[in-house]
């Protein structure tokens, strides 16, 4: 005999279930998606395949589209529903599929500043295959299209998949240049209305974001523009969205900053260092 509070939970359980007709799918399809995706762009790398012509690409890409099409279809009837709006799905995968090019380009171009701007790493080949950061940027640039393309759900569940693997939240929403690379990421935090330029680094545990996370703020910029060639060391937090930090900038490690920074300029918090007195030592007690 079930009590009353029993029955009411285990029947919001069948009465909110995922049923195919009517619930958006599940965040195992993202992970699918980039796992899919990027066994393609990167053969060899997150596939054990290799391709042995063009034509075997083109084919493949082809089958990716016309399965992800019927895949993400309830996305797309999520957003007619409870938005009235009408996503062109197929346009949106044609459109997809002409800009990977450019999308791949940048990620390689994202490996690259990783290989060169860490000395512990050993090769491209190694950024791509072992490097947190570069997957977590790699899977942005192709969240941030499905967001731009108002396709709603899915572009937050790809991130999510990012960084749940990596520890790296960033919200498919920000405009990230040319040459990203996230030294270590872990702990690194970007907000929606964040821009940052062509060849920034960042370091683990860098926050950007808003100063006031008010809803009435929804479509206003709230989060930092970081302009080219800044570097931000691990720790740091900048927060608003009129913070500005001018190009080729250095952030220190745990800076606090909401306020604009001119370009060339460098940030850091002062430590200080004092010698302990002979007293101060003597009156230490080491014991375990």
């Known amino acids: 005999m079930l009590s009353n509070g029993q029955d009411e939970f285990y029947s919001s359980i069948l009465g909110r279930q995922s049923i195919p007709e009517t619930v958006v799918g599940g965040k195992q399809v993202a992970s699918r998606f980039l796992e899919e995706l990027f066994s393609i762009l990167f053969s060899g790398y997150h596939s054990e395949r290799n391709f042995t012509s ?7 890409l082809e089958l990716f589209r016309i399965r992800w099409k019927n895949l993400l279809e309830p996305y797309s009837a999520y957003a007619d529903r409870e938005f009235g709006r009408i996503i062109p799905l197929d346009d949106i995968l044609h459109n ?11 990620m390689w171009e994202d490996a690259e500043a990783a290989f060169l701007g860490d000395p512990a790493a050993e090769s491209i080949h190694e950024v ?4 947190s950061g570069f997957y977590a940027g790699a899977v942005h640039r192709v969240a941030n299209y499905f967001f731009k393309s108002d396709l709603p759900i899915f572009p937050k569940l790809l991130s999510r998949v990012a960084h749940e693997a990596t520890g790296i939240d960033i919200h498919p929403g920000a405009e990230i240049g040319r040459a990203f690379f996230m030294d270590h990421g872990t702990g690194i935090v970007i907000g929606e209305t964040t821009r940052i330029a062509d060849n920034v680094k960042i370091y683990q545990g860098v926050t950007l974001g808003a100063l006031s996370v008010n809803k009435s703020l ?11 060639g800044v570097v931000i060391y691990a720790g740091a937090t900048i927060l608003g969205g009129e913070t500005i930090i001018g190009k080729q900038s250095i952030i220190g490690g745990n ?18 260092v004092r010698v ?4 101060e030592i003597q009156g230490l007690d080491f014991t375990i």
């Not at 604009?260 to 850091?268: A, E, L, M, Q, T």
């Open 128 to 131: 791509i295959l072992a490097y």
């Open 218 to 228: 929804a479509k206003q910029k709230r989060h930092p523009t970081i302009e080219e």
């Open 255 to 272: 800076a606090w900053i909401t306020q604009s920074i001119p370009p060339y300029s460098v940030v850091y918090q002062k430590s200080e």
């Open 96 to 106: 997809f599929i002409a800009k990977l090019p450019g999308l791949y380009q940048w």
């Open 54 to 60: 063009k034509d075997q690409i083109v084919d493949q």
């Open 276 to 279: 302990r007195s002979a007293n």
